[in-house]
T-cell receptor
Framework: GAGVSQSPSNKVTEKGKDVELRCDPISGHTALYWYRQSLGQGLEFLIYFQGNSAPDKSGLPSDRFSAERTGGSVSTLTIQRTQQEDSAVYLC???????????????FGPGTRLTVT | AQSVTQLDSQVPVFEEAPVELRCNYSSSVSVYLFWYVQYPNQGLQLLLKYLSGSTLVKGINGFEAEFNKSQTSFHLRKPSVHISDTAEYFCAVIISGGYQKVTFGIGTKLQVIP
């Protein structure tokens, strides 16, 4: 079946512009995560959606970053007034919802490489 | 808060030689442990995981890892590497009882030399 897809695969934007990154999770996965992979910084958690619950935004680095998830499926990560330090690969992952047992496997998309010039 | 340390940013190794990628974690509560692999220009793929039970876990592509609670380590090993193992490897933890937020290490680039 189809995995997690992300678009665009690459995005080059000028400093100060807004960008939107899209994530299509695996069908039936109620949990969705955004991570950022920066050179020398590893992978850092940004935001987590679980069903209809309020998202955990604790990883968003500034108020220029926001994300939404429409209809419990597709998610969009928006970065306003982009800065050069926003250049990174943005990864999306999805999983089955949280249960009472061990964590469910997260399936990652290929990522969107964002370059801010 | 939990953290993950991967001491080696790059590990060069000759083809067919054994390799060990080191991972140490810090957490005040129990954790679940994972290794992910990222091939060039691809997303992350789960290599193996430790949830409970046997401390030696086997994953895909001949990799295995051993959970050592006393040393808070989860080192990844393979007895004989192949060129196709060239990739970046990430150690990660999820705290027990948490909602599944993954904390990753900074990654180790494995370069297999022909």
């Amino acid at each position: 079946g189809a995995g997690v897809s992300q678009s665009p695969s690459n995005k080059v934007t000028e400093k100060g512009k807004d960008v939107e990154l899209r994530c299509d999770p695996i069908s039936g996965h109620t949990a969705l995560y955004w991570y950022r992979q920066s050179l020398g910084q590893g992978l850092e958690f940004l935001i987590y959606f679980q069903g209809n619950s309020a998202p955990d935004k604790s990883g968003l680095p500034s108020d220029r970053f926001s994300a939404e998830r429409t209809g419990g499926s597709v998610s969009t990560l928006t970065i306003q007034r982009t800065q050069q330090e926003d250049s990174a690969v943005y990864l999306c992952a999805s999983s089955l919802g949280r249960g009472t047992g061990p964590p469910r496997e997260q399936y990652f998309g290929p990522g969107t490489r964002l370059t801010v010039t | 808060a939990q953290s993950v340390t991967q001491l080696d940013s790059q590990v060069p190794v000759f083809e067919e030689a054994p390799v060990e990628l080191r991972c140490n974690y810090s957490s005040s509560v129990s954790v679940y442990l994972f290794w992910y692999v990222q091939y060039p220009n691809q997303g992350l793929q789960l290599l193996l995981k430790y949830l409970s039970g046997s401390t030696l876990v086997k994953g895909i592509n001949g990799f295995e890892a051993e959970f050592n609670k006393s040393q808070t380590s989860f080192h990844l090993r393979k007895p004989s590497v192949h060129i196709s193992d060239t990739a970046e490897y990430f150690c990660a933890v999820i705290i027990s009882g948490g909602y599944q937020k993954v904390t990753f290490g900074i990654g180790t680039k494995l370069q297999v030399i022909p």
